[in-house]
């Protein structure tokens, strides 16, 4: 599995990639962690060339992130909830997939999709944010078999006190892997 991890400060999207990662490490499944944020990925200028030559004219680190996923069968989305959306860290590196949907690379992968907000759930504030991640996954031909939102974690080890929530999350994982 790959997971991708839309925040990059040291908290609670990153504790949860961690977690799956040493959960799925104990059922022999191997899971590598991506931070776009903490990468060189430059902006997608929506020059539509690589609809042409499923190739990106800009040579940074979404090379090696799109040959991480053409590998991987299941990837794993987690983002922070931004003013009730995706991250732009998620947002900047979707668009930079565009050579992989154009030549429907993406086709039948499994994507499992994550948001965690600060806010409680009657506020709905994390809905959007995953919601939107499943929505261009499904376009691009995936199947999205799980969404999970994780409310009012506003610490950025808020979701380690969690510990009941994260263990349903896992099971659902597991069924899906
Ligand atoms: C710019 C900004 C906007 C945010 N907007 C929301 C929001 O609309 N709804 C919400 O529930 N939390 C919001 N939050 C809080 C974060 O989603 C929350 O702290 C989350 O745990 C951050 O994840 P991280 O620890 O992985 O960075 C916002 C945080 C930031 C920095």
Known sequence: MLIIVGSGRNGNSLALAEYVKKELAEDRIHAEIIVPGNQRIHLCTGCMDCDE?????????MKM???KIRKEDTLMFITPTRWNLLSGDLKIFMDRLNPLYS?????GKKGIV???????KDMYSSNAASDSIRD??????????????FHEC???????????????????VRKNV
Do not use: Q
């Open 103 to 107: 030549r429907k690379e993406l086709v």
């Open 65 to 67: 992130d799109i040959e």
């Open 154 to 172: 506003k610490e950025a080890d808020a979701l380690s006190y969690k510990t009941e929530e994260l263990k349903k999350f896992m099971e659902e």
């Open 53 to 61: 030559s499923g190739v990106c004219d800009f040579t940074d680190d």
């Open 114 to 120: 994550v948001a965690i907000g600060a806010k409680k």
């Open 136 to 149: 261009f996954l499904e376009s691009s031909g995936m199947e999205c078999p799980l969404v999970w939102n």
